[in-house]
DNA sequence: CATGAATGAGCTTTCATTCAT
DNA sequence: CATGAATGAAAGCTCATTCAT
C-alpha cells in the first residue's frame, strides 16, 4: 500500500496514506523513521533491529515483513537519503539566478543538508561500501545525478582545465567540511555558521570565482 | 614507521625474530599491526580481539596482557597514528621554502599519508569520538599541532580575514579529498594522482596563493 | 507449592506438557527449578546460566526471554523461596493452639522448612546481600514478616526482658540448626531428627517456657 | 607464632626466618594475610589468585611455588583459622572458674572470634564442604576439638538427657548468631552487644544453669 | 625463588534471524 | 500482518593454571 513504493517511482514519502489509525498501515515508514533516528543516536553499529522495532512497538520480527534483513533496512534508508539529498538541491537550486549565486546556493544547501541529516549524511557518504553487503551500485546512480547538478552549475567557472575535476574539488571541500563538523573534529573556537560562510566564498574562489 | 617503542628499544617492525608461539616479546607490535589490518577492513566494530589474536596466532587472553582492553587497544592505535602523521609531516616540511612550495608540500604530504595509511586515517580522523569510549582528549593535542603546522604554513597567504579559518578551510578540503577517496567515493573515470594535483592548486588558490 | 504463578495460573510444576523443544511455555518455571538445583550443588558463583539452560534443554539466550539477567533470575528465586517459607509458616501456624504447642509447631515447620529446601534456605539466609547486586530491599519485607509470626508466638512466654530479643534468639537458634545441618557440619553421630527434637525442646527452655 | 608449617610439625616455611628484608622471605605468610583480607572483602567468589598476588607484590605465578592451587591456599587458611580458633578458646578457658562463667567466657570469647574473623569463619563454616574439592576431612578434627572443650564445659549443667546434644544445641545458637550477624540479617534495630549478652545468657538457660 | 608470556575454558550478554502459530 | 519462543554465533573479558627461563 503505496506508503514507499518498495523499489521504484512515483510517489515520494508516503502517497495516500490514508490508514495511519493506530497499529498496522505504514510500518514501513516507521521502521524507516525509527531507524533514522536510532542510527543518528546510537551509530550504525547500534542500530539494532529490536532496538527499532521496539521504539515503532512492535516486535523485532515484524521488521522482517518489510525488509529482508539489516542491510534491506539500511539500503532503504539510504535511498531514501539519497531522495532527500536530490529534493534539497533542486529546492535551493536557483537556475535562473547569476551564475555565483546559483553555486553559492547549491553549496550552502548541501553543507545545510549534511549537518541537519547527519543520519542521511552518514550512511550516505561515511559508511564504507565495502563493509555493508554490496549495496548495489545502480543505487549510487542517484548520487551521480546530484553531482551532476553541481558539475552544471560549476562550469560557468571553469575557463580552464577539467570541469568535472572541478567541481570534484569543491565536493571534496564540501564533505570536508560537513563530515569534520559531524564528527565534532572542527575547531571548538571556529562558529559554524561563520566557518561556513568563509569555506563557501573560499570554494568559490577556488574556482575562480 | 613511526614504531611507538614501548619495550623494545631498537628495531621497530618486527626485529629478526621471527617467531610465533612463545617467546615472541614483540607480540604488543604484531597485534597493533593485525589490528590496524583489521580496522580498515572491518570498521570498528568488527574490529574483534578474536580475530585479531587469531590472525596473529594467539589467543585472545593473550592481547589483555598488551592491552587493558578493547579500547586501550584502539587507543594505541591512536598514539601511533598521530606521532606517523606528526613524522610525516615534519619530514616534508622543508620550512627554508619558498612558501608556496612549502604550503603544497605539506598539502601533498597529508593526502599522501591519509591514502596510504587508510587504517591510521580511519581512527584519527573518521571514527566518532563520542562512539569509541572516551579517548583521553589531551591525546588530540598532537591532532592540534599538525593543524598549527598547516596554519603556519598558510599565513603568509592571507592577507585579510582569520588565518585560522583559512586553515580550516585547506583542512576540510584535504580531509575530503582523502576521506573520498578511501571510501571509493570518487569518480572513478578520474584517475587519483591527476586530480590531486589539480585539487591541491586549487587548494592553494582558495588561499589566494 | 508456592509456585509463583506468573503466567499460567493454574498447576504448579509443570502441568502436563513434559514438552522439551518449542512450545513449552512452562519454560520459566523450569529454568527456575533448575537454578534453584544448581543453586544448591554448585552455589551462587557457579550457578551458570548455561548450565541452567542446558540442563533444561535449551540454550542459555532462552533464559533471556524470562529474566532481564542472572540477577533476576536469581531475585526470582528469593522471591519464590519467601512466599513459600510464608506458605509453610502459615499452614503449620495454629493459633488456636496453647501457646506452647504452637510455638514448638513453628519452630520446627521453620527447621523442616529448612532442611528440605536448602536451595531455598541458601538464598534466603545465607547469601550475603552485599554479594549480590542489590536485591530490593523491600523484598526483605516478606522475611520481617516471617520474624513477626514468631515474635507473635513467643510473646506470652517473655515475662520480663525485651520480647524481640528473645525472638531473635530463638530464630538464631533456629538458624544455626538448619544451615549447620545444610553444611553437614553437625556431628555425624547425631541422630538429626533426634537432635531436632532435643533442640526445639531446648530451645522453648531457653525462652522461659 | 611460627608461621605455619607447611604441612607437618618441624620447619616452618622458612626455618630460620632471617630474611624478611624487601622481598622474598616469608612470602607464604604474606600470601595467606593478603588471601584472607581479600576473602572478608570480596567474598570467596572474588579471591582470585591474580588480586591475591598483586596486593602482595608478586606474579600470580609465584603463589603455585607455595600452594598447589588456589584450593591449597583456601584450606591453608581453613587451618590457620582453626587454629586460631583453637588459641582463641583456649585463652579465655578459665577451668577454674566456677561452671557457669567458664562457660559463659567460651561462648563469648566464640562469639567474639566469629565477629572479629569473619574471614575465618567463613571459610571455617560457611564454606560448603561438597564445593571445595575435599578438604580432608581429618583437618576438621582440631574444629572437633574446639566441641570438645565446649561439651567439657557443658557438662555440668546437663543433669539428664545427652550432653553432646546439649553442647551441639548450644553450638548451634552460637553459629547462628555469629552467622547472622556476619550476613547482616540481623535486625537493624538490635544493638548487637546487648543482644550477644541475652542471647548468651538465654544460651546457658537453654542448658538449665 | 620468581617472572613473563601464554593458554583454554568459561562466563554473561547481545544480536540477527527463523519458525510455528 | 504480526507475535512469542527460540536459536546459534559471536563478542568482550576473567580466571586458574602452566611452561620456559
Redesign the pocket.
Known sequence: ?AARPTKKPAAPGRTASRSVGR???D??RRLLDAARRQLVQHGY?????????ARV?????????????????IHALIDEGMEALQLALEASDERAAPPRARLEGLCRAMIEFGVSNPEYYEIMFLLHPQRMSRYPTDKYRRARHNLERFADAVDPFVKKGDPLMATHALWCLLHGIISLRLAGRLDSSLDPDEFTDEAVTRGLRMLGA
Open positions: 500500500m497499529g498496522g498501515a510500518l514501513r553499529v547500534h542500530l539494532t533491529m529490536r532496538r527499532v522495532a512497538g512492535v516486535t523485532a520480527t515484524a521488521i522482517y515483513l518489510h525488509f529482508k534483513d539489516k542491510d534491506d533496512l
